[in-house]
């Protein structure tokens, strides 16, 4: 029998330029009595290990099941379901439908309200926002970074009827802020949505933790549709949209990442909802974030590294090349610390950077645990 060519070759020669590059990336599992200070992960308020959680997800389990049996269409949607949403609306001042995954959500929202419309995106935009923009089918521009008068030249420009205007409201790497106020202004103008993924900012910014679309005093816009995860400063899993009862009837009824997936589990649902709670009944929680970000933003200044005024919780430290931030990450693992490591294409080249997140039960003894981390990375940049 004769053999074409090996279909699999094409990968191998493509890990191993991915290696040269420095930027192949592998899976570290992680213990659960990690010691290791963590400085990586999204979760912002430290409710991730929360008992209350824990307590509550397990009663979910133990009550409805491991898993959510089916679609939400099907059945998936359970009374708790129904009451994270009835919880999500109360909190944000918009309806709310769950989702799997705050990437579903994003996917649901992009292309099932930019169907046959316009899709204007920030260049900085989300993967999940970038793949929903392709998978809308819909025409798609992409404006640079931030900019409000290119976003609204699009709009006055489109051949579509319809358009929508999607960004992040606190990007993931940069940790800049939109400028959302200019941006739903230039959407009303030109007759569009705003669609703002809000999945740094939940739980951050905004009153009491409630986000930049209400800080920006947007929350009762029926104009603005917000995507959330619940996998960030409420410490569970899944994601969900907030906006007006025309959207969630849209998403529900043409929102294929919504009709076909399976549900979130009841575990997660219920841990979600004891983390709106205790936001709720701790408003404070964010202000300790913010303090903690600008606290670490100033120290890597102090010793010389390039980083940026945080927004909110993200802290960038660029470095560069992916070897170097590659050579920093692990420096900072040796001094007790664990950081993201952001190479391209997460970022631009030339921008590699470790991304240090702030949490809001990071003590003072922390802190000096960090300081002597990026001490050690600052002395490693001076050598190369």
Not at 141 to 170: F, M, S, Y
Request: proline share 4%; aromatic share 4%.
């Amino acid at each position: 029998m004769t053999h074409g060519p090996d279909p699999l070759a094409r990968f191998r020669a493509a890990a191993v330029a991915r290696e040269a590059a420095g930027l192949r990336r592998v899976l570290r599992p992680r213990a659960c009595d990690d010691s290791l200070l963590d400085l990586a992960s999204n979760d912002y308020l430290g409710l991730s290990g929360d008992r209350r959680l824990a307590e509550a997800a397990s009663a979910a389990a133990f009550a409805w099941g491991t898993g959510s049996t089916g679609s939400r269409l099907v059945t998936g949607s359970t009374a708790l379901h129904a009451r994270l949403e009835e919880r999500l609306a109360a909190f944000t001042g918009a309806g709310a439908l769950v989702f799997s995954s705050g990437y579903l959500a994003n996917l649901a929202a992009v292309t099932a309200l930019g169907r046959d419309a316009l899709v204007v995106s920030d260049a900085g935009n989300h993967a999940s926002i970038v793949d929903a923009c392709r998978l809308s089918r819909s025409p798609v521009t992409v404006t640079p970074h931030r900019d409000v008068t290119a976003v609204e030249k699009a709009l006055a420009g489109r051949e579509t009827e319809h358009a929508i205007v999607v960004t992040d409201a606190l990007f993931s790497v940069d940790g800049d802020l939109a400028p959302l106020a200019d941006l739903h202004a230039a959407a009303v103008r030109q007759g569009a949505l705003l669609v703002v993924d809000e999945a740094h900012s939940l739980g951050v910014l905004g009153s009491g933790g409630r986000g930049a679309v209400h800080a920006a005093g947007l929350a009762g816009e029926p104009t603005v549709v917000r995507t959330v995860t619940l996998s960030k400063s409420l410490g569970s899993q899944g994601g969900a949209v907030l906006g007006a009862p025309e959207v969630i009837e849209t998403l529900i009824n043409t929102g294929r990442s919504f009709i076909f997936d399976t549900a979130l589990a009841p575990g997660s649902v219920a841990a979600a909802l004891a983390a709106v709670d205790i936001l709720h009944n701790q408003p404070e929680l964010p202000g300790y974030v913010l303090t903690r970000a600008k606290e670490l933003a100033a120290l890597a200044r102090d010793l010389g590294l390039e980083t940026n005024d945080p927004a909110g919780a993200v802290v960038p430290i660029v470095l560069g090349q992916p070897e170097t931030a590659l050579r920093a990450a692990v420096i900072c693992a040796e001094h007790g610390v664990r950081v993201g490591c952001f190479r391209p294409p997460s970022v631009p080249v030339g921008r590699s950077c470790l991304r240090l997140t702030a949490r809001a039960n990071l003590s003072s003894d922390d802190l000096a645990v960090i300081r002597g981390a990026l001490t050690a990375v600052a002395e490693m940049k001076v050598t190369m």
